[in-house]
């Protein structure tokens, strides 16, 4: 989930920015996750995640039109549901954005240390905290210099993937089916269709006017819904699902799945580009969500997030989830899951739902646009965000 700019009332930058927002670091999650799955029953759960992200965040776009000045999702979820929702959200926001930090910055270990071989995964993820909160440090400028840079490689090593890629595909991986891992992927899932966060700025851009908004959500997740599928088709139909480098091994090891094909494949051009691409994709999912970080926190605290503040912003952003992440540095897993199943789907799953069923039915809330379903499709977004929440709940303290 990444914070990206386009150009104002641009349909097409709309549409950029909410693909931009999904696509990042948890993509290199999410085919080791749903291949142990299978790929046929995978795509029920990503279709799944699909539609219920577009659908709370086209919520949150009726929501948004209740309002008539620009309001992020916090203030919203304050005028819906009340101030103890409002902090409740904002520990949420918190968790998220350690979340996905710890992750990032666990999976940099084992991306860099295959290209320095003599460097342990604990060391590059070190290396790579203090590069990167550097820039960070220097500003917004900087961020957006070095953020395109690393997206322009992360386009052309995707197209380079497919491309040496596309030749070493085993049709017969795609036969694997395990449904003891049905809702495994899901909650990585759902964080990697996270593009909520920029609909408030995204309806200041298109100037309130919702249907545009409303065709760059769906044009933009249907873009992500794409890219992700040619991801999992590559990395299924190369990587197996068990052996010593398969995919359970990097579901029990942490390892992603670029490190996978890497194993498999050995050294090539399908490899180079792979790791190229995997170091690309956490290092703007890093900026972004770090910056991001920083700026909520300075929000939340009420100082200025100028060069005076920088340092003690910085550390309180990126000291937390990288203590976290050296001290379990197999837990890019499970960072992911917690993010997804716990903080995104309250965030952009529960909350939508009963702002949208308080603001239409009890305040009587009028918007330029309203989202088809009833209180039907409000009660089976919260059902489904209570199923997730309870997997995870199972698998982490259950099983």
């Known amino acids: ?13 709309g549409t950029l920015l909410i693909s931009g927002s999904c696509i990042g670091a948890g993509m290199l ?18 279709f799944f995640a699909f539609a219920f992200m577009t659908f709370t965040g086209l919520l949150l776009v009726e929501i948004n039109g209740w ?21 409740v959200s904002w520990v949420l926001y918190l968790f998220l954005f350690y979340s996905l930090l710890v992750a990032y910055i666990s999976g940099s270990g084992s991306i860099i240390s ?5 460097l342990s995964s604990k060391i590059s993820s070190i290396f790579f905290v203090i590069i990167f909160a550097l820039v960070i440090y220097f500003g917004t400028k900087p961020v957006d210099f070095v953020n395109r840079i690393f997206m322009f490689g992360l386009i052309a090593s995707y197209f380079a993937m497919i491309f040496f890629g596309i030749n070493k595909i085993d049709l017969s991986l795609y036969s694997h089916v395990n449904f003891k891992y049905f809702l495994l992927p899901i909650a990585v899932l759902i964080t990697s269709f996270g593009f909520h966060n920029v609909i408030p700025s995204l309806t200041a851009y298109m100037k309130g006017d919702l249907k545009r908004v409303k065709k760059s959500i769906l044009l933009g997740s249907l873009l992500a819904l794409i890219i ?6 590559l990395v299924l139909g190369i990587v197996p699902v068990n052996g010593s480098n398969g995919l359970l091994y990097s579901y029990k090891y942490g390892k992603e799945a670029t490190i996978a094909l890497k194993n498999i494949v050995g050294i090539s051009k399908l490899t180079f580009f792979a790791q190229g691409f995997a170091l690309f994709a956490i290092v703007t999912s890093f900026l972004a969500q770090g910056l991001s970080l920083m700026h909520f926190i300075a929000d939340g605290i009420k100082v200025n997030p100028d060069r005076k503040h920088s340092m003690y912003l910085i550390i309180l952003a990126l000291l937390p989830p990288s203590i976290f ?3 379990y540095p197999t837990i890019f897993f499970k960072a992911l899951s917690f993010a997804g199943a716990y903080c995104a789907v309250i965030l952009f799953g529960i909350f939508p739902a009963l702002m949208a069923y308080i603001g239409r039915y009890i305040k009587k809330e009028t918007s330029a ?6 209180k039907l499709s409000l009660y089976l977004v919260i059902f489904f ?9 199972f698998n982490s303290f259950i099983k």
């Open 369 to 374: 646009y309203h989202v088809k379903g009833g």
């Open 228 to 233: 992700y599928l040619v991801w999992i088709i």
């Open 385 to 393: 965000s209570l199923i997730i929440i309870i997997n995870e709940i």
């Open 67 to 87: 309002f008539h000045k620009r309001v992020n999702l916090i203030s919203m979820v304050d005028k819906s549901l009340g101030k103890p929702f409002k902090i």
């Open 1 to 13: 989930m990444k914070n990206l700019k386009l150009i104002p009332g641009s349909t097409l930058g």
């Open 325 to 327: 992440a050296f001290s």
């Open 29 to 46: 999650g999410v085919p080791v996750l749903v291949g142990l799955l299978g790929f046929w029953p995978s795509l029920i759960l990503l």
């Open 114 to 118: 295959s290209y320095v071989p003599f």
